[in-house]
């Protein structure tokens, strides 16, 4: 993570550079509308913990899941000279992760290992929306580069008998290229990463004391591609 961080860092300064000795480009090229699909490469990790009560003791679980992910996109850009472009959008992706915190004293009894007890606890994060601005630098006609931080969120399922935790919400950045062909199609890749806030949830008291707390911290690394078209 702290290489990508170091990465973008690299990227911004590159930018800075390219616009001040950027040859004059065509950037009605890309502004305007657009949309697009995109699949993206996942890493979460998802470190949680468990605490029965005072004197009880801790239990840290930590799992890290890679998967692909699909979504969607819509935006608009918007030129500012002959070599810079504001580009500001929403996108959306499907797909989850999850964390399970088990009880070997509340376990069913005869059951599979995956199959949650009274007692166990799970938490899902899927959905995840983006709501984005990417100032850009015009390298030709047809390229571009561009630094992207936008608001990220995600919904939190829970599965056991705990209260239920606040939805996700996190801060992305992310690197990438867009190739614009005259026809108005597009390719994007991308790289970045997210960090999240904290989930947590208590017991209610029914098959968890109120004493039990849980919480979980998501990371997620991605790496995305994007073919759309521009209006």
């Not at 800075?16 to 509308?33: C, E, H, I, M, Y």
């Not at 998501?218 to 994007?226: D, H, I, K, N, W």
Request: some cysteine; glycine content about 12%.
């Amino acid at each position: 993570m702290n290489k990508l961080k170091t990465m973008l860092c690299a990227v911004f300064t590159l930018m800075l550079v390219s616009v001040s000795s950027s040859a004059r480009a065509d950037t009605s090229n890309f502004a305007g509308p657009y949309i697009g699909v995109s699949v993206s490469g996942y890493g979460m990790q998802l470190s949680g913990s468990s605490n029965a009560g005072v004197g009880e003791g801790t239990d840290e679980v930590s799992i890290g899941q890679v998967a692909p992910i699909t979504g969607f996109e819509l935006g608009y850009v918007i030129p500012l000279g002959t070599a810079f472009l504001i580009d500001a959008g929403a996108s959306m992706y499907s797909g989850e992760a999850t964390l399970e915190f088990h009880d070997d004293n509340g376990a069913n009894v005869g059951g599979p290992d995956t199959e949650l007890g009274p007692k166990d606890v799970k938490f899902t994060v899927d959905d995840l929306t983006n709501i984005y601005i990417a100032p850009t630098v015009v390298l030709s006609d047809t390229s571009s580069l561009y630094i992207k931080v936008g608001l990220t969120e995600a919904d939190v399922n829970t599965t056991g008998d705990v209260t239920a935790p606040g939805d996700l919400s996190g801060t992305s950045w992310s690197m990438g290229t867009r190739t614009v062909l005259e026809s108005g199609v597009f390719i994007k890749t991308e790289a970045g990463y997210t960090e999240y806030n904290s989930i947590s949830a208590i017991g209610k008291g029914a098959n968890i004391d109120s004493t039990n707390s849980y919480s979980a911290e998501p990371t997620v690394a991605f790496g995305t591609v994007s073919l759309g078209f521009r209006f």
